[in-house]
Protein backbone atom coordinates (compact mmCIF):
# COMPACT_ATOMS: atom_id res chain seq x y z
CA UNK A 1 0.00 0.00 0.00
CA UNK A 2 0.92 3.70 -0.47
CA UNK A 3 3.21 5.25 2.18
CA UNK A 4 4.54 8.17 3.09
CA UNK A 5 6.80 8.48 6.59
CA UNK A 6 8.29 11.58 7.58
CA UNK A 7 11.26 11.60 10.44
CA UNK A 8 13.76 14.40 11.22
CA UNK A 9 11.22 16.67 13.34
CA UNK A 10 11.76 17.28 16.75
CA UNK A 11 12.82 20.41 19.38
CA UNK A 12 15.46 22.85 17.86
CA UNK A 13 16.44 26.41 19.20
CA UNK A 14 16.18 29.56 17.03
CA UNK A 15 19.06 29.80 14.34
CA UNK A 16 19.12 26.13 14.77
CA UNK A 17 19.02 23.25 11.67
CA UNK A 18 17.16 19.97 10.84
CA UNK A 19 16.41 17.64 8.05
CA UNK A 20 13.29 16.66 6.90
CA UNK A 21 13.09 12.86 5.40
CA UNK A 22 9.86 11.35 3.76
CA UNK A 23 9.93 7.66 2.45
CA UNK A 24 7.84 6.86 -0.01
CA UNK A 25 6.77 3.50 -1.03
CA UNK A 26 3.48 1.80 -3.14
CA UNK A 27 4.05 3.98 -5.82
CA UNK A 28 5.83 5.63 -8.32
CA UNK A 29 7.91 8.15 -6.64
CA UNK A 30 9.95 9.66 -9.96
CA UNK A 31 6.86 10.77 -11.50
CA UNK A 32 5.47 12.58 -8.62
CA UNK A 33 5.81 16.13 -7.72
CA UNK A 34 6.88 15.92 -3.85
CA UNK A 35 6.32 19.03 -1.91
CA UNK A 36 6.61 19.88 1.92
CA UNK A 37 2.86 21.60 3.92
CA UNK A 38 3.08 22.44 7.21
CA UNK A 39 0.41 23.50 9.55
CA UNK A 40 0.82 25.59 13.18
CA UNK A 41 -1.79 25.42 16.09
CA UNK A 42 -5.19 27.18 14.54
CA UNK A 43 -4.05 27.82 11.63
CA UNK A 44 -4.40 26.69 7.95
CA UNK A 45 -1.68 24.36 6.30
CA UNK A 46 0.10 25.91 3.77
CA UNK A 47 2.75 24.83 0.91
CA UNK A 48 6.33 25.35 2.17
CA UNK A 49 8.37 23.38 -0.97
CA UNK A 50 7.84 21.75 -3.97
CA UNK A 51 9.79 20.05 -6.16
CA UNK A 52 8.90 18.55 -9.86
CA UNK A 53 9.26 14.74 -10.70
CA UNK A 54 11.92 15.92 -13.13
CA UNK A 55 13.62 17.43 -10.23
CA UNK A 56 14.30 20.06 -12.19
CA UNK A 57 12.99 22.68 -10.64
CA UNK A 58 11.82 23.82 -6.79
CA UNK A 59 9.23 25.96 -5.63
CA UNK A 60 9.79 27.56 -2.04
CA UNK A 61 7.24 29.86 0.24
CA UNK A 62 8.43 33.26 0.71
CA UNK A 63 8.56 33.21 4.32
CA UNK A 64 11.48 29.83 4.19
CA UNK A 65 13.39 31.31 0.75
CA UNK A 66 16.98 31.20 1.66
CA UNK A 67 16.69 29.20 4.58
CA UNK A 68 14.91 26.36 3.16
CA UNK A 69 15.69 23.80 0.55
CA UNK A 70 13.79 21.07 -0.87
CA UNK A 71 15.20 18.17 -2.75
CA UNK A 72 14.75 14.32 -3.94
CA UNK A 73 16.66 11.30 -4.35
CA UNK A 74 14.51 9.10 -6.90
CA UNK A 75 16.70 5.72 -6.36
CA UNK A 76 15.86 5.91 -2.43
CA UNK A 77 12.22 7.11 -3.01
CA UNK A 78 12.64 10.19 -0.62
CA UNK A 79 12.12 13.69 -0.30
CA UNK A 80 14.03 16.43 1.50
CA UNK A 81 13.61 19.78 3.24
CA UNK A 82 16.70 21.02 4.59
CA UNK A 83 16.17 23.63 7.39
CA UNK A 84 18.33 26.11 8.51
CA UNK A 85 18.26 29.60 10.56
CA UNK A 86 15.21 28.01 12.06
CA UNK A 87 12.75 30.55 13.88
CA UNK A 88 9.86 30.04 16.14
CA UNK A 89 7.10 30.51 13.39
CA UNK A 90 8.25 27.95 11.77
CA UNK A 91 6.90 25.93 14.28
CA UNK A 92 4.21 23.46 12.85
CA UNK A 93 3.59 20.17 11.90
CA UNK A 94 5.18 19.48 8.73
CA UNK A 95 3.44 16.90 6.19
CA UNK A 96 4.74 15.05 3.48
CA UNK A 97 2.72 15.23 0.07
CA UNK A 98 2.85 13.38 -3.28
CA UNK A 99 0.98 14.62 -6.50
CA UNK A 100 0.07 13.51 -10.01
CA UNK A 101 -1.71 15.08 -12.44
CA UNK A 102 -2.39 12.97 -15.88
CA UNK A 103 -4.57 13.97 -18.15
CA UNK A 104 -7.95 14.40 -16.16
CA UNK A 105 -7.01 12.45 -13.57
CA UNK A 106 -5.13 13.33 -10.31
CA UNK A 107 -3.70 11.17 -7.34
CA UNK A 108 -1.83 12.31 -4.44
CA UNK A 109 -1.27 11.04 -1.23
CA UNK A 110 -0.29 12.75 2.41
CA UNK A 111 1.71 11.46 4.90
CA UNK A 112 1.19 11.24 8.56
CA UNK A 113 3.18 14.64 9.87
CA UNK A 114 6.35 15.43 11.84
CA UNK A 115 6.36 18.14 14.73
CA UNK A 116 8.55 20.60 14.48
CA UNK A 117 9.45 22.83 17.40
CA UNK A 118 11.62 25.79 17.55
CA UNK A 119 12.29 27.18 21.00
CA UNK A 120 14.88 28.13 23.85
Known amino acids: QVQLVESGGGLVQPGGSLRLSCAAS????????MSWYRQAPGKERELVAA????????NHADSVKGRFTISRDDPKNTVYLQMNSLKPEDTAVYYC?????????????WGQGTQVTVSS
Open 97 to 109: HAERVYGISRSDY
Open 26 to 33: GFAFSRYT
Open 51 to 58: ITSTGGGT
